[in-house]
């Protein structure tokens, strides 16, 4: 019991550290409030919460898609934790712009960070397609992913078009956005022909729904 109580005291004071240095929860742990299926004003059903954790339910047939915060976030740094199930895959996306009668898709203009199941996933053969990766464009320069039902940390932090990508504490990726690299980049994959891809300063945080079993915890942003 004390062992519970200390565990309890210790989650109290990191939480009121995070407040105090400015970080807001995204994620209540409890509720869907924040977030909403792209386009839609309301929670797609097949996001709920288990255990502490956003989950998507992939046997569900309806309230499908992805979710994305109700803000626009434009210099951030953003926290939070995933595990995916046996040959799953799903993405964290970032500067969303939620136009769709121009964006069909969240991916239309948000660049993602990869979550996948390297080894039982297609993707995992592909480069620039494992976790961690800036996906389709830069791949990790160091694989730090753990196993299948492992729960990950990550970081993405974007202040000034200065992007940086954290898995499980190590710094994956660095790059500049919106520079002409950036745009060679973009020229070089699979989003060189949509338009509005990559090229927003200010957007929204999306959740992918790729069909497979996912589970998000722990998420929590700071504006810089």
Sequence with gaps: MKKI???????????????????VKLFDGKTTKGWHSYGKPNTPTAWKVVDGSLTLDASAKDGRGDL?????FENFDL???WKISKGGNSGILFYVNEDTVKYKYTFHTGPEMQVLDNNGHPDGKIH??????????????????????EWNQVEITS????????LNGTNVVTTTLWN???????????????PGFGIFTKGKIALQDHGNEVWYRNIMIKKL
Excluded at 68 to 72: A, E, K, L, P, S
Excluded at 128 to 149: F, M
Excluded at 159 to 166: H, M, V
């Design 5 to 23: 109580l200390l565990a309890c005291s210790l989650m109290l004071l990191a939480f009121n550290s995070n407040a105090q240095k400015g970080w």
């Design 68 to 72: 994305v915060t109700d803000n626009d």
């Design 79 to 81: 926290k939070l934790e």
């Design 128 to 149: 620039k397609h494992r976790a961690g990766d800036l996906y389709d464009l830069i791949a990790c320069s160091t694989e730090t992913v753990k196993a299948v039902g």
């Design 159 to 166: 202040n000034k078009g200065e992007l940086k990508l954290y």
């Design 180 to 194: 002409d690299s950036w745009k060679q980049l973009i020229a070089g994959s699979k989003f060189k022909n949509m």
